[in-house]
């Protein structure tokens, strides 16, 4: 079983709709959970961050996690095609600072 | 504020060659970690340092080494090139060890 599982997608919703990316985890004293986004050539960006059970929201974005399950998720809501690009969840145990990585979601908005 | 600085932006080398790539972390973190992305994959965790101290290594070989400087930058040596070691190198620096990492643009290395 990998430490982080995300589905690669690709992910295709419609331009104003809500996208939604799952992303499991192995390790049951995770901590910290990270989103990243990463257009293609380029590195990654942080675009969300939590820490503790339940939902986090910054504008368009909203965060959920749920460590019981080991689980979080990430939606986009009003998709835009700027959002087009490939999602990384991270996992920090907090014991070792290393963030562990899923493979990514790509995600294609259309017009 | 300058955000994370990487050099060089592109690399060809050949294999069995040596390299070294650079690291200047955002002004006011002392935490550095590297990793590797090849293509379709997630970054993978080297190392990280804090305070010129090595705070922890992933799976990867000793051809494998880096070091962080008293200004807090760091550099990434990889002996022995291989293929495989084709990928985008990524800086993350953190005000400390626990704290969220930001990347930097990345080296991007090719091995021929």
């Known amino acids: 079983q990998k430490e982080v599982e995300q589905n690669s997608g690709p992910l295709s919703v419609p331009e104003g709709a809500i996208a939604s990316l799952n992303c499991t985890y192995s390790?049951?004293?995770?901590?910290?959970f990270f989103w990243y986004r990463q257009y293609s050539g380029k590195s990654p960006e942080l675009i969300m961050s939590i820490y503790s059970n339940g939902d986090k929201e910054d504008g368009r974005f909203t965060a959920q996690l749920n460590k019981a399950s080991q689980y979080v998720s990430l939606l986009i809501r009003d998709s835009q095609p700027s959002d087009s690009a490939t999602y990384l969840c991270?996992?920090?145990?907090?014991?070792?600072?290393?963030?562990?990585f899923g493979t990514g979601t790509r995600l294609q908005v259309t017009l | 504020d300058a955000g994370v600085t990487q050099s060089p932006t592109h690399l060809i080398k050949t294999r069995g060659q040596q390299v070294t790539l650079r690291c200047s972390p955002i002004s006011g973190h002392k935490s550095v970690s590297w990793y590797q992305q090849v293509l379709g994959q997630g970054p993978q965790f080297i190392f990280q340092y804090y305070e010129k101290e090595e705070r922890g290594r992933g799976n990867f070989p000793d051809r494998f080494s880096a070091r962080q400087f008293p200004n807090y930058s760091s550099e990434l040596n990889v002996n022995a090139l291989l293929l495989g070691d084709s990928a985008l190198y990524l800086c993350?620096?953190?005000?400390?060890?626990?704290?969220?990492?930001?990347f930097g643009p990345g080296t991007r290395l090719t091995v021929l």
């Open positions: 991270a996992v920090n145990t907090g014991t070792a600072s290393k963030l562990t």
């Open positions: 390790d049951r004293v995770s901590q910290s």
């Open positions: 993350a620096s953190s005000r400390t060890v626990a704290d969220t990492q930001y």
